[in-house]
C-alpha cells in the first residue's frame, strides 16, 4: 500500500519560513521522481518543484529563488523549504510520485501567508 504523508504546514506571516516534510512508503522511493504541487482556493493545482530521482530539481518561475527542494533516500522524504513566504504562496501543498508506474498523491499540508 502507497503512503504519502506530508507535514509541516501552519500559519505564517508573509516573509517567514516553512518546512514541508513528505513520507513516502510502500514504493521504491529511489527510483520516483517527486513532486510537490500546491492548489489555492478557487484556483488550479499547479506544479510548485520537482526532484529527479537523481536529485536533479525544477522550480515553477513563481518560487525560484525562496524554495528548495530535496530529498533524503535513506529515509525516503522528500522536502520543501519555503523562505521569504507571500500571501499568494497560501494553499494546500500536495507531495506526488512521478514515474515510472502510477502516480500517487498525498492528502495535502495547508499553508496559510498572513499579510
Known amino acids: 500500500q502507497v503512503q504519502l504523508v506530508e507535514s509541516g504546514g501552519g500559519l505564517v506571516q508573509a516573509g517567514g519560513s516553512l518546512r514541508l516534510s513528505c513520507a513516502a512508503s510502500?514504493?521504491?522511493?529511489?527510483?520516483?521522481?517527486m513532486e510537490w504541487y500546491r492548489q489555492a482556493p478557487g484556483k488550479q493545482r499547479e506544479l510548485v518543484a520537482r526532484?529527479?530521482?537523481?536529485?536533479?530539481?525544477d522550480y515553477a518561475d513563481s518560487v525560484k529563488g525562496r524554495c528548495t527542494v530535496s530529498r533524503d533516500n535513506a529515509k525516503n522524504m522528500v522536502y520543501l523549504q519555503m523562505n521569504r513566504l507571500l500571501p499568494e504562496d497560501t494553499g494546500v501543498y500536495y507531495c506526488k510520485t512521478y514515474g515510472p508506474g502510477p502516480d500517487y498523491w498525498g492528502q495535502g499540508t495547508q499553508v496559510t501567508v498572513s499579510s
Open positions: 526532484i529527479s530521482s537523481g536529485g536533479r530539481t
Open positions: 510502500g514504493i521504491i522511493f529511489r527510483t520516483k521522481d
